[in-house]
């Protein structure tokens, strides 16, 4: 992941095993910065990084992602075209140089996602432990949350059609049909954004559309997102 140094450019990152061997890279250079949480999940983990950092943007970056100087230069060159911006999403590709998905999405991927660490703190915002690999039972869409929740507050929000880094790709629209996990995490989802109503009705329309370009069974798809509307507390 790491690029030659470059001014301005820093390296946080936040480690949540204590006992993990860390790569001597990561301890050798002045522009890594390491820190240990304790405690388990993907969000806890983003939200001791933002805290860790002292940037004016931040990107969110996971240890199977590959960057070129062009991508950093994407990031750098947007920012300074949109300053009034407090979040700027961007495109990400597959190793193979792909498109991740079709853009403009529907959703956003973290890693497509940078953003004024300032704008964040201010208005309180962070990664909601409830959602993301690793919380109790809603193991996805603390991006989609994430980003509801600064739409909510008010900030100023862009796609930038550029991309920015390149990612493995498989992810977990993938694996939807056979994940029971994902699923109710799917509803929970619905119900934080558009109200339990509005969520109710995504999921119906989530179910029909893998029974109808997947071939998917859609009553049990339907049962767990319609049980993770309920549950979320």
């Known amino acids: 992941m790491l690029l030659p140094e470059r001014d301005g450019i820093r390296y946080v990152v936040s480690v949540q095993q204590a006992g993990d061997s860390i790569p001597a890279i990561l301890t050798s250079r002045k522009d890594v910065t390491l820190g240990l949480v ?22 969110i970056a996971d240890d199977d992602n590959r960057y070129i100087k062009k991508h950093i230069d994407n990031i750098l060159q947007s920012w300074q075209d949109n300053p009034e911006a407090d979040i700027l999403t961007f495109q990400a590709e597959t190793y193979d140089g792909c498109p991740l998905h079709p853009y403009p999405a529907p959703y956003v991927c973290s890693v497509e996602i940078t953003f004024r660490r300032k704008s964040i703190i201010n208005h309180g915002i962070s990664f909601n432990t409830q959602f993301g690999l690793g919380s109790p039972l809603l193991c996805a869409g603390e991006e989609e949350v994430f980003i509801a929740d600064a739409r909510r507050a008010g900030l100023s929000i862009k796609f930038i059609s550029k991309t920015i880094v ?4 498989t992810t977990t629209s993938c694996r939807f049909i056979e994940n029971r996990q994902l699923q109710i ?6 119900r934080y ?41």
């Open 38 to 59: 304790e405690g388990v999940g993907l969000s806890m983990n983003r939200n001791n990084a933002i805290m860790m950092s002292s940037a004016d943007i931040c990107l």
């Open 166 to 169: 390149q990612t493995n790709a």
């Open 185 to 190: 995490t799917k509803g929970a989802t619905f």
């Open 193 to 233: 954004i558009y109200g339990t109503c509005n969520a109710v009705l995504c999921s119906f329309k989530e179910a029909g559309w893998y029974l109808f370009h997947k071939g998917a069974n859609p009553f049990p798809i339907l049962f767990n997102m319609i049980r993770g509307i309920w549950i979320l507390r």
